[in-house]
C-alpha cells in the first residue's frame, strides 16, 4: 500500500498561526532574519530579500532526494499578523526519523513563541510515520535547547558539527499519513 505524500499542512497554537512557507514569504522574513544576532550560533549572515526568495523558492520545491521530505512554516503573529519566525522538518518516512529547527527573530525572542511553534510541529509530526524526533542545538545556547526540551527531547550525548543532538527519548508509534 502506498503512502500519500506528507505536506506541511496550516497549523495553529494560541498565539500564532504556522502556514505552510512560500517564496513570498520572503519580502516579510527577510526583515524578521536580518539581524546579524540570529547568527551567532548557526554562522553565516542574513541573506537578502532576493537570496531568501531564492531559498524558499527551492525548498517550496521539495528535496531533490524523493525519501525526504522537506516541511518548512512561517509563524505568524496572530492579531497585527506579523511574520515572527520559522519552524521546519527535514522528514525521512521510511526511516521514521524527522530532524526539527525553528528560528523567531530577535524582537519576539523570549516570549515563548519558539516553543509554542516546536511543539505544534512536534505534534504534528507524532501523526506521520515518524518515531524519532531530532533537534541539533550549539551547547551555549541555552534557549534553543529550552526550546528542546518544551518539545519532549533531551540530549543524547552525541556531537555533530559542534552541535549536541537531542532527540526523543522513546520511540513513538507514529500513524499513517
Known amino acids: 500500500m ?4 506528507v505536506r506541511p499542512v496550516a497549523l495553529a497554537t ?3 498561526d504556522l502556514l505552510p512557507l512560500l517564496p513570498e514569504h520572503a519580502d516579510e522574513m527577510s526583515l524578521v532574519l ?3 544576532a540570529l547568527h551567532a550560533f548557526t554562522g553565516g549572515a542574513p541573506l537578502s530579500r532576493e537570496a531568501l526568495r531564492a531559498r524558499y523558492e527551492r525548498l ?3 528535496s531533490p532526494d524523493p525519501v525526504v521530505v522537506w516541511a518548512n512554516w512561517v509563524l505568524r503573529l496572530r492579531g497585527p499578523g506579523r511574520l515572527v519566525g520559522t519552524v521546519q ?4 518516512p521510511s526511516q521514521g526519523l524527522a530532524e ?3 528560528v523567531v527573530g530577535v524582537p519576539w525572542q523570549g516570549l515563548g513563541f519558539a516553543s509554542e511553534a516546536a511543539r505544534a510541529l512536534t505534534a504534528w509530526l507524532e501523526r506521520l510515520p515518524v518515531d524519532r524526533l531530532v533537534a541539533h542545538v550549539h551547547p551555549d545556547h541555552a534557549a534553543s535547547a529550552a526550546v528542546a526540551r518544551a518539545c ?4 543524547a550525548g552525541h556531537r555533530q558539527d559542534g552541535e549536541i543532538r537531542w532527540q526523543s527519548p522513546a520511540v513513538r508509534a507514529g500513524a499513517q499519513a
Open 152 to 155: 519532549g527531547l533531551r540530549p
Open 100 to 102: 526539527v529547527a525553528w
Open 60 to 62: 517550496t520545491a521539495g
Open 14 to 16: 494560541a498565539r500564532l
Open 2 to 5: 502506498r503512502r500519500p505524500p
Open 34 to 36: 536580518a539581524d546579524p
Open 89 to 92: 522538518a527535514t522528514i525521512t
